[in-house]
C-alpha cells in the first residue's frame, strides 16, 4: 500500500488530520512569508484531500480556519503588507511557532516509530 492509501484512511480521526494539516500550514509559512489563499493553492488538492473533505469550499474553509487557530495560539503572525500586495494579509511564524514545529515533527516521528513496533 502506498502512503497515500494509509494517510487517506478512513480509521484517520478528525482531531489527526487537523493536527498534520496544522503541521502543512505552519511548514509553508516557516519557509516564507504567504497570504492564505497561496497556502491553498501551493499546499495543492493532492495534498489536502489526504486530510480535508475533497470539495473546494470546504478545503479553503479548514484551511482559513487552521490559520486562525494558528494565530490565536501564538505560532503565526500577520506580517505587514506593503501597497504592492494588494491588501493581502500574510502571515510569517513566531519563535513559539518555530519550536512547536521542531518539536511536533520530533514527536510525531517518534510516536510512529513506537507504533510500528506494536502493530508488526
Not at 14 to 23: A, S, T
Not at 58 to 63: G, I, L, M
Amino acid at each position: 500500500m502506498s502512503v497515500k492509501s494509509y494517510i487517506g484512511n478512513p480509521y484517520m480521526t478528525k482531531d489527526m488530520k487537523r493536527q498534520v494539516l496544522k503541521l502543512m500550514v505552519l511548514r509553508r509559512i516557516k519557509a516564507g512569508r504567504a497570504y492564505s489563499y497561496a497556502i491553498i493553492k501551493e499546499l495543492g488538492n493532492e495534498h489536502l484531500s489526504m486530510f480535508l473533505k475533497k470539495d473546494t469550499g470546504s478545503v479553503k474553509n479548514d484551511v482559513y480556519n487552521t490559520i486562525n487557530v494558528l494565530e490565536r495560539s501564538g505560532y503565526i503572525m500577520p506580517s505587514r503588507a506593503s501597497a504592492t500586495d494588494g491588501g493581502k494579509k500574510y502571515y510569517k511564524i513566531t519563535a513559539k511557532g518555530s519550536v512547536v514545529l521542531t518539536e511536533s515533527k520530533r514527536l510525531f516521528l517518534a510516536s510512529m516509530k513506537e507504533l510500528m513496533k506494536i502493530i508488526e
